[in-house]
């Protein structure tokens, strides 16, 4: 089984910066893509940010240049740098990963419960 924890939520005033932290644990062989999601209340869960095993990086048009993606692959950890936030970035972020668990067994999605960011004006 695999967790993801994520970590680094809070309240920030508009025009601030956070970092969100995502942990994976548990029986991994592999770790692929990594991601950041985002739902606001109301809304659908929206892509943010991915990042693939080698580093190449994929972003919402409404968070490029603001945010930034990175990860440890040692310890298999992703974060999301997030700076200039806006009122309208508030939302529970999620953090994803696609993980295969063994040398034969097929990647699959893992998802973290979820940390809530407000931006407030």
């Known amino acids: 089984q695999v967790q993801l924890v994520e970590s680094g939520g809070g309240l920030v005033q508009a025009g601030g910066s956070l970092r969100l932290s995502c942990a994976a644990s548990g029986t991994i062989f592999r770790i692929n893509a990594m991601g950041w999601h985002r739902q606001a209340p109301g809304k659908e869960r929206e892509l943010v940010a991915v990042?693939?095993?080698?580093?190449?990086?994929t972003y919402a048009d409404s968070v490029k240049g603001r945010f930034t993606i990175s990860r440890d692959n040692a310890q298999n950890t992703a974060y999301l740098q997030k700076t200039s936030l806006k009122t309208e970035d508030t939302a529970v972020y999620y953090c994803s990963a696609d993980v295969a668990t063994s040398y034969s067994t097929r990647p699959r999605g893992y998802w973290g419960q979820g940390t809530q960011v407000t931006v407030s004006s």
């Open positions: 990042i693939t095993s080698g580093g190449s990086t």
